[in-house]
């Protein structure tokens, strides 16, 4: 099992930009592929980024592409998320999730098999 604590959330203009942290427990992080997830008001929760076990490979979701990168420090057992030129649609939730059951990046929820508790990121317009 891994513990995730988001941080790093807030208001901010748009065109502006925040990096998330998401800190992991224990000493087995480089076992989990990493993706972060964000949910906005009245709608479900949609993939952003994913990174590999060893960094090496990302995805992001078209919306993210060009203005997001997601990368990782294994020696401090944390995931970022810089996000670059805002938009107020980014608005949302932002959780970080761990997937230890495959070695291939994925954007599905379901195989992501643990969650943080959220860092709410608002941007205005």
């Known amino acids: 099992q891994v513990q995730l604590v988001e941080s790093g959330g807030g208001l901010v203009q748009a065109g502006g930009s925040l990096r998330l942290s998401c800190a992991a427990s224990?000493?087995?992080?480089?076992?989990?592929?990493m993706g972060w997830f964000q949910q906005a008001p009245g709608k479900e929760r949609q993939f952003v980024a994913a990174?590999?076990?060893?960094?090496?490979?990302?995805l992001y979701a078209d919306s993210a592409q060009g203005r997001f990168t997601i990368s990782r420090d294994n020696a401090r057992n944390t995931v970022y998320l810089q996000m670059n030129s805002l938009k107020p649609e980014d608005t949302a939730v932002y959780y970080c999730?761990?997937?230890?059951?495959?070695?291939?990046?994925?954007?599905?929820?379901?195989?992501?098999?643990?969650w943080g508790q959220g860092t709410q990121v608002t941007v205005s317009s």
């Open positions: 999730a761990a997937d230890q059951t495959r070695s291939t990046l994925s954007q599905v929820q379901h195989e992501y098999e643990y």
């Open positions: 224990g000493r087995t992080f480089s076992d989990y592929g």
């Open positions: 990174i590999s076990r060893s960094g090496g490979r990302t």
